[in-house]
């Protein structure tokens, strides 16, 4: 395995790799004392964030009664010995006796350490919590399989109730580490630790929302190779995209680099295929050139001196009209990348593009907005077209649909793909020959072989345009880089980044897309990648 392939596990695959660690010879509660460690490191290293005032944070640290509470017991002794103020509150019954959480209430209490009454936290809790800096939620985490209730509800509320900086044990408490939905009621969190391998509910559903900021620590558990466990994807962060986009040479040329064509537009959504086009050049193509409807070139030329542009027939209502293949025609060897459907409606010149595209086109496809809304309109035959087109040797398709485009592909709802992001996308992808980038929070990158799953970005990003400026990057990335997985996946990550440096600069949500898109040099940076 590369070493910066970092799995994603779901429940089942955790308990596998946990056993055949211990079956390996490293006992259960040394795991427990590594997870606790690893916590409290990370605890120490966010003491600013969590206590910018005291010399001695104070913490509350909720356990349950299994491993979870016993890795928050290991957190508590910890910090307390490192000089933090610490309160342990009991959720549940005691552990069983000769478990390895028994043995680490044992040690808590050892040390000196007490367990609050119960009713008392929970009322502080409701009442803002202000007897303590920060929660750590230690109650329930990969193994829960059954919704909460009655007191765990309870204490879940509490908690979010509370004006508590939260950290959570794994995964937010509550939540299905599978699907990223609350099993009854959840934990919101501002930062979650999970230990060993992220999980797929950290990162789907409303997994981000409880989630906040997740952070992967290593434990020692074995590779999943060596245990023999397939990964359902890996992490996509700055360690593993920094490895896949090619340096720079000093003697690079523009031609090097790629030309990519971004088409659509219509009167009224030129702004879309801009982004695209802005997109694809701050992500460092080679060269861009736009093809819209004749009437909107001036404009386009314009508003993007960078670009070039191709005029293509128009509709009366200033769509792509008929036959605008045929105005591609004799360029279109000249083009690595296409980028087709920002702002493109569905009418029938726009129909009759996209099947040509398909068809014709030999380098790599990415296929966005109105493109997707037009393969939609027969989604029976998609697959027919995705395979044909693979066995002819073309270029690969990289679809990238938010859930709304999704669920019109599938017949069914936005709220439907939501329910189950991951099962829905590698579905999709074993029945068609395409790579498949499922946008919104924690999006998700799938070829069928590999799956993504992002760790950059922010609310922020809810924002008109954004998804145009995506697909110009990653028409720019398929350029050049090996595999339209690594390309899409690298594009949503870079994407995401830049947005995050945006939203560091402006503090708050209402920055634009075009200022993620001119944000992408430095993020580029931030990579790893620069030109001095």
């Known amino acids: 395995m590369a070493p910066d392939f970092k799995p994603v596990l779901g429940r089942e695959d955790m308990r596998k790799l946990e056993a055949a660690t211990i079956a390996a010879g490293t006992p259960s509660l040394e795991l427990m004392e590594r997870a ?6 990370y605890l120490e290293a966010h003491r600013g964030v969590i ?6 944070p104070s913490l509350l640290v909720l356990v349950g009664s299994g491993s ?25 019954r005691e552990p069983a006796a000769r478990t390895d959480a028994a043995k680490n209430l044992r040690l808590w209490r050892d040390a000196g350490g007490s367990l609050a009454e119960l009713s008392s936290v929970l009322h502080t809790l409701h009442e803002g919590g202000a007897s303590w800096d920060a929660v750590l939620d230690a109650l329930y985490g990969t193994g829960l399989d059954r919704p909460l209730e009655g007191g765990d509800i309870e204490v879940v509320r509490a908690v979010n109730a509370s004006a508590l900086y939260t950290v959570s044990v794994d995964v937010p408490s509550g939540l299905c580490a599978n699907t990223g939905q609350p099993l009854g009621a959840a934990v919101v969190a501002d930062a979650t630790v999970t230990i060993g391998a992220a999980k797929p509910g950290l990162f789907v559903g409303v997994g981000p929302d409880h989630a906040g900021r997740v952070t992967v620590v290593d434990i020692g558990l074995l590779d999943v190779d060596t245990a023999g466990i397939t990964a359902l994807g890996q992490v996509l962060d700055r360690e593993t995209c920094c490895t896949w986009i090619p340096p720079r040479r000093r003697t690079v040329h523009k031609g090097d680099l790629g030309h990519v064509l971004v088409v659509g537009g219509q009167r009224g959504k030129t702004g879309a295929v801009l982004l695209a086009a802005r997109g694809a050049l701050r992500a460092g193509a080679g060269l861009v050139t736009t093809a819209v409807p004749r009437s909107l070139v001036d404009f386009t030329n314009a508003a993007l001196t960078e670009a070039m542009t191709c005029a293509l027939p128009e509709s009366p209502r200033a769509e792509i009209g008929k036959h605008a293949w045929d105005a591609l025609r004799p360029d279109v060897q000249r083009f690595s990348t296409a980028v087709i459907g920002p702002g493109m409606g569905t009418g ?10 398909l068809r014709e086109f030999a380098g790599t496809l990415v296929v966005d907005a109105d493109a997707l809304n037009v393969l939609a309109l027969e989604p029976a ?9 693979r066995a ?16 019109r592909f599938l017949g069914t709802t936005a709220s439907d793909v939501q329910q ?18 499922l946008k919104g929070a924690g999006t998700i990158v799938c070829d069928g072989h590999s799956t993504g799953f992002n760790t950059s970005g922010n609310p922020g990003m809810a924002s008109p345009g954004m998804g145009d400026v995506l697909s110009g990057i990653t028409g720019t990335l398929a350029a050049r880089m090996e595999t339209s997985f690594t390309a899409a996946s690298t594009a949503v990550y870079l994407h995401g980044l830049a947005a995050d440096l945006v939203a560091a600069r402006s503090r708050g949500p209402g920055y ?3 200022e993620v898109a001119d944000a992408l040099p430095s993020a580029s940076a931030a990579l790893g990648l620069t030109v001095v």
Do not use: Y
Request: aromatic share 4%; hydrophobic share 50%; proline share 2%.
């Open 381 to 389: 035959r998609l697959s027919a077209k995705l395979s044909h087109r």
């Open 420 to 437: 189950d992001r991951l099962a829905v996308t590698r579905a999709f992808c074993a029945a068609h020959a395409a790579t498949l980038v």
């Open 36 to 41: 606790g460690r690893r916590i409290a490191d």
């Open 51 to 56: 206590s910018a005032s005291s010399a001695h």
């Open 348 to 357: 029938a010149g726009a129909v009759a593009l996209v099947e040509d595209f």
């Open 392 to 407: 002819r040797g073309q270029g690969d398709v990289i679809l990238t649909p938010h859930p709304g485009e999704m669920a």
């Open 512 to 514: 634009l897309a075009r």
């Open 68 to 92: 979870n509470g016993g890795d928050g017991l290991v957190v508590a002794r910890l910090l307390m010995e490192r000089g933090w103020d610490v309160s342990v509150a009991l959720c549940a």
